[in-house]
């Protein structure tokens, strides 16, 4: 079975400090993914990360940066946290067709 | 128009009954499609991925694809108390996905 592990189930942050979310797969897979889900807006692509060292901007980056350096894992940085991105959290991993995602990471930023 | 609509519901039904799950999207050239379960606070669990056209079943759940009404769906057979849920579409194309909005259901005891 493919796993896909968040380092975090619950975090609580305070305004203003950098929050670091990780995310590590098991499967080899090429891509990675990062969406926030919040309620009435359903999942939103953060950003994606197609090989080690690439990254693309998803559909909501601002306030938001990764980092791939191995393919395992593709963490999730939020330079300076605001109430607004309190939000669910989502890793998914990719062979293509189809994803794979972690437990997610119910982040609160207060 | 978005890639993939989704009824949010919420759908509540008896334990038992014969549960139909629907979207329609926009792009007839998109190939593959997924559904995914959602328990309240935890990930997205993969329930059924579909290439192309045509049923798949495991279980008591089948998958749907109709590619020439742009229409996929999800039937689960004898619901279950545990099935509930929230129930996303998915579709893949060029490595990005798409998702629909969930659709809440409740199956009552």
């Known amino acids: 079975d493919v796993k896909v592990t968040q380092s975090s189930r619950y975090l609580v942050k305070r305004t203003g400090e950098k929050v670091f979310l990780e995310c590590v797969q098991d499967?080899?897979?090429?891509?990675m993914f990062w969406y926030r889900q919040d309620p009435g807006l359903g999942l939103r692509l953060i950003y994606f990360?197609?090989?080690?060292?690439?990254?693309e901007k998803g559909d909501i980056p601002e306030g938001y940066s990764v980092s791939r350096e191995k393919k395992e894992r593709f963490s999730l940085i939020l330079e300076s946290a605001s109430t607004n991105q309190t939000s669910m959290y989502l890793c998914?991993?990719?062979?293509?067709?189809?994803?794979?995602f972690g437990q997610g990471t119910r982040l609160t930023v207060v | 128009q978005k890639e993939v609509e989704q009824d949010p519901g919420p759908l509540s039904v008896p334990e038992g009954a014969i549960v139909s799950l629907n979207c329609t999207y926009s792009?007839?050239?998109?190939?593959?499609f997924m559904w995914y379960r959602q328990y309240s606070r935890k990930g997205p669990e993969l329930l059924m991925y579909?290439?192309?056209?045509g049923n798949k079943e495991d279980g008591r759940f089948t998958a749907q694809v109709d590619k020439s009404s742009k229409y996929i769906s999800l039937f689960i057979r004898d619901s279950q108390p545990s099935d509930s849920a929230t129930y996303l579409c998915?579709?893949?194309?060029?490595?990005?996905?798409?998702f629909g909005s969930g659709t809440k259901l409740n199956v009552k005891p």
């Open positions: 998914a991993s990719s062979p293509g067709g189809k994803a794979f």
């Open positions: 499967m080899d897979h090429e891509n």
């Open positions: 990360s197609y090989d080690v060292k690439m990254k």
């Open positions: 792009n007839s050239a998109f190939q593959y």
């Open positions: 579909t290439y192309s056209s």
């Open positions: 998915a579709i893949y194309n060029f490595n990005k996905f798409y």
